[in-house]
């Protein structure tokens, strides 16, 4: 029997145990293919068990006619979850959940000091707050996530989203970022923040810097983490406190966890 002969309902149940990019490869094949690709039994196994309750956060209503625009409306763009303090997005390939933890979900030292941070707002960004760095010499900010909220048995990384204008003391300037799971894998390096590479000191020669982002901000992949799926949490720190210099203009969006790109 050759396999497009095979009722749609049964061409829908092998699809559906492939991955979004196959389904949407396999589409092309033939008629029985697409309308098969088409049908919500393939793309409800693609959307996560708990998506009702995640996109039930939203304050905006997703209403979709079917499941596979509701899958391809949360992979091109994240929607805003818990308050304004994090946003959820599936990657668009495999389905996997990313989800960014607001500056406002974060542990700031000095944050709600107006001296030292300030709370505003940016036409860039997913949330309602940013972060803005007045001054400060000792930057501290941690965030730490549930790692049952995450795709199990998936390899993931930590990204430090934020910009920066007319920033002052991150120049030549080493920054400490770690990711630990609790009681597991950890991991810290040493980066510089600043994107210009300019006449780089000694110091913060060869060190990873940051990269463009499309939505207008930069990110620095701060570590990595293998998700289980058991019942941990995953800490993320961005730490600056050696140096004893002032510093300003940095605008923080949050810390994004999402799978990390294979090479």
Same mark, same amino acid.
């Given at each position: 029997?050759?396999?497009? &002969?095979?009722? /749609? &309902?049964?061409?829908?149940?092998?699809?559906?145990?492939?991955?979004?990019?196959?389904?949407?490869?396999?589409?092309?094949?033939?008629?029985?293919?697409?309308?098969?690709?088409?049908?919500?039994?393939?793309?409800?196994?693609?959307?996560?068990?708990?998506?009702?309750?995640?996109?039930? !956060?939203?304050?905006?209503?997703?209403?979709?006619?079917?499941?596979?625009?509701?899958?391809?409306? =949360?992979?091109?763009?994240?929607?805003?979850?818990?308050?304004?303090?994090?946003?959820? !997005?599936?990657?668009?390939?495999?389905?996997?959940?990313?989800?960014?933890?607001?500056?406002?979900?974060?542990?700031?030292?000095?944050?709600?000091? /107006?001296?030292?941070?300030?709370?505003?707002?940016?036409?860039?960004?997913?949330?309602?707050?940013?972060?803005? =760095?007045?001054?400060?010499?000792?930057?501290?900010?941690?965030?730490?996530?549930?790692?049952?909220?995450?795709?199990?048995?998936? !390899?993931?990384?930590?990204?430090?989203?934020?910009?920066?204008?007319?920033?002052?003391?991150?120049?030549?300037?080493?920054?400490?970022?770690?990711?630990?799971?609790? &009681?597991?894998?950890?991991?810290?390096?040493?980066?510089?923040?600043?994107?210009?590479?300019?006449?780089?000191?000694?110091?913060? /020669?060869?060190?990873?810097?940051?990269?463009?982002?499309?939505?207008?901000?930069? /990110?620095?992949?701060?570590?990595?983490?293998?998700?289980?799926? =058991?019942?941990?949490?995953?800490?993320?720190?961005?730490?600056?406190?050696?140096?004893?210099?002032?510093?300003?203009? =940095?605008?923080?969006?949050?810390?994004?966890?999402?799978?990390?790109?294979?090479?």
């Amino acid at each position: 029997m050759e396999f497009q &002969g095979l009722p /749609e &309902g049964c061409i829908a149940s092998i699809l559906s145990r492939t991955t979004p990019a196959d389904v949407c490869r396999f589409s092309v094949v033939s008629k029985i293919f697409r309308s098969a690709a088409e049908s919500d039994a393939v793309w409800k196994r693609f959307l996560p068990s708990d998506y009702h309750s995640i996109i039930s !956060q939203s304050p905006s209503p997703l209403n979709y006619p079917s499941k596979k625009e509701l899958y391809l409306a =949360l992979s091109d763009r994240p929607i805003v979850i818990d308050q304004g303090k994090k946003s959820f !997005q599936l990657e668009k390939k495999s389905g996997k959940k990313c989800y960014m933890l607001a500056a406002r979900a974060l542990s700031i030292i000095w944050g709600d000091t /107006e001296q030292y941070w300030n709370w505003t707002t940016d036409p860039n960004s997913r949330f309602p707050e940013v972060a803005e =760095l007045r001054d400060v010499c000792w930057l501290e900010i941690r965030g730490v996530l549930n790692t049952l909220v995450l795709s199990p048995n998936t !390899q993931y990384a930590a990204y430090l989203v934020f910009k920066m204008i007319d920033a002052r003391g991150f120049h030549n300037r080493p920054v400490e970022l770690s990711v630990n799971v609790f &009681g597991g894998h950890g991991s810290t390096k040493i980066v510089c923040l600043d994107p210009n590479e300019e006449l780089p000191h000694r110091r913060v /020669e060869g060190l990873q810097r940051p990269n463009a982002r499309s939505d207008g901000w930069l /990110e620095i992949e701060m570590g990595e983490f293998f998700n289980t799926g =058991l019942d941990d949490e995953v800490q993320m720190s961005v730490v600056e406190t050696k140096g004893g210099n002032w510093k300003s203009g =940095l605008f923080i969006e949050g810390i994004e966890v999402k799978p990390k790109e294979e090479n």
